[in-house]
DNA sequence: CCCTGATTCGC
DNA sequence: GCGAATCAGG
């Protein structure tokens, strides 16, 4: 299998959603938790706290030196160079931009039939929509927040053969901004589809799904690390 | 032992 | 570019 446009963006909403390599390379399958992590490293996403960084203790000097792990079967004369250290450059950390995508999937919008497009359900008059949702989620209207990481932006699917499986289900091309977006299942697969419910009044998603994709912010120290996120972690059915 | 990511190096 | 082998910390 070959690292195509999919699997690796794949890998990389994953990675930088903070799933382990292991998670990654069984989600995507025929590939090894060493090809996710070199692929990982080759698209130049690395970092993340990983086990064996933490190489600094208080301690000014140390002393590592071991960078000849490689000992194979032929092992000619060691290096008589002495190594004096070269002056360790301090890494400048690289501004990243986690890629603003904008995308909003609003459908070719029905004419007729629908009811006439509402873009602010709220206006000025209207009083503050409240909005609840498990977990101690709870809101304000849409005009005072800021979208949080978005869950899953979904991408562009094309289901090559309407899959009667899914046939009650709420497809791609069935979301408007009165459904649920939430992705159940993984894409690709037969019977992948949205949740489909009433969405929770000014926002992508239902009630239930809301208190997934939105997490209370917790105070220090108790937060959790990675949000559960549709299709990316480990399966979830 | 298990887990994790980092790195190397032959292909 | 790819990934198994290896290293190394928790």
Same mark, same amino acid.
């Given at each position: 299998?070959?690292?195509?446009?999919?699997?690796?963006?794949?890998?990389?909403?994953?990675?930088?959603?903070?799933?382990?390599?292991?998670?990654?390379?069984?989600?995507?399958?025929?590939?090894?938790?060493?090809?996710?992590?070199?692929?990982?490293?080759?698209?130049?996403?690395?970092?993340?706290?990983?086990?064996?960084?933490?190489?600094?203790?208080?301690?000014?000097?140390? !002393?590592?030196?071991?960078?000849?792990?490689?000992? &194979?079967?032929?092992?000619?004369?060691?290096?008589?160079?002495?190594?004096?250290?070269?002056?360790?450059?301090?890494?400048?950390?690289?501004?990243? &931009?986690?890629? !603003?995508?904008?995308?909003?999937?609003?459908?070719?919008?029905?004419?007729?039939?629908?009811?006439?497009?509402?873009?602010?359900?709220?206006?000025?008059?209207?009083?503050?929509?409240?909005?609840?949702?498990?977990?101690?989620?709870?809101?304000?209207?849409?005009?005072?927040?800021?979208?949080?990481?978005?869950?899953?932006?979904?991408?562009?699917?094309?289901?090559?053969?309407?899959?009667?499986?899914?046939?009650?289900?709420?497809?791609?091309?069935?979301?408007?901004?009165?459904?649920?977006?939430? !992705?159940?299942?993984?894409?690709?697969?037969?019977?992948?589809?949205?949740?489909?419910?009433?969405?929770?009044?000014?926002?992508?998603?239902?009630?239930?799904?809301?208190?997934?994709?939105?997490?209370?912010?917790?105070?220090?120290?108790?937060?959790?690390?990675?949000?559960?996120?549709?299709?990316?972690?480990?399966?979830?059915?």
């Amino acid at each position: 299998m070959s690292w195509t446009e999919e699997r690796t963006a794949t890998l990389k909403r994953m990675w930088e959603g903070g799933s382990t390599a292991t998670e990654i390379a069984k989600e995507l399958g025929e590939v090894s938790r060493n090809a996710v992590i070199g692929k990982a490293h080759r698209l130049g996403l690395k970092s993340r706290p990983s086990p064996v960084k933490a190489a600094d203790k208080t301690k000014p000097a140390a !002393p590592k030196a071991k960078p000849a792990p490689k000992p &194979k079967a032929a092992e000619p004369a060691p290096a008589p160079a002495p190594t004096p250290t070269p002056a360790p450059t301090p890494a400048p950390a690289p501004a990243e &931009k986690p890629e !603003p995508k904008p995308e909003a999937a609003q459908g070719p919008a029905t004419p007729q039939g629908q009811d006439a497009p509402e873009p602010e359900a709220a206006k000025s008059s209207s009083p503050r929509v409240v909005s609840v949702g498990p977990g101690g989620f709870l809101r304000q209207g849409p005009g005072d927040q800021q979208p949080p990481i978005p869950p899953a932006p979904p991408r562009r699917l094309v289901p090559a053969k309407p899959d009667p499986s899914i046939a009650d289900k709420t497809s791609l091309l069935d979301l408007s901004d009165k459904v649920c977006r939430w !992705p159940m299942g993984h894409p690709g697969e037969p019977d992948f589809h949205f949740c489909g419910e009433a969405v929770n009044p000014g926002f992508p998603y239902c009630v239930e799904h809301c208190g997934r994709a939105y997490q209370a912010q917790l105070p220090r120290g108790s937060r959790r690390p990675p949000p559960p996120l549709p299709y990316g972690g480990p399966r979830v059915r």
